[in-house]
């Protein structure tokens, strides 16, 4: 239906139609709808994060978010970060291992050197 008859179909104006996420904001997409680890449940991501935080930066981090707020793998980067900052390092082996446990173990290369043997020439 052309709702103006004088006009032809390429001189009229679109009709402008409110779609998208202004209309419909609950289609936005959220990671933590679709199943995608945010870098607050990843330990590794907090390791990085507390890292790299000045010793006032890391007091605050500790005071602004305090453990009732925290992602268990905030409160496993937080524990192992502030037990090495205090000499603590008989938890290191366990760091590793839940580190491991929770986001896979790095790549390790093996070297191998075949020798054959002459008699078999």
């Given at each position: 239906m052309n709702p103006n008859p004088e006009l032809t179909?390429?001189?009229q104006k679109p009709i402008k139609k409110k779609v998208g996420f202004a209309l419909y904001p609950e289609n936005r997409y959220?990671?933590?709808k679709h199943g995608e680890r945010l870098p607050r449940h990843s330990i590794s991501a907090c390791y990085k994060k507390l890292?790299?935080?000045?010793v006032q930066e890391f007091k605050e981090w500790e005071k602004n978010y305090p453990a009732t707020q925290?992602?268990?793998a905030e409160e496993i980067a937080y524990k192992r970060v502030y037990d090495a900052r205090?000499?603590?390092t008989q938890q290191l082996a366990n760091t590793v291992e839940i580190t491991d446990r929770t986001e896979g173990k790095a790549k390790q290369y093996v070297e191998q050197e075949i020798k054959t043997n002459a008699l078999a020439e």
């Open positions: 179909t390429k001189e959220d990671p933590a890292l790299g935080f000045t925290r992602t268990m205090n000499h603590k």
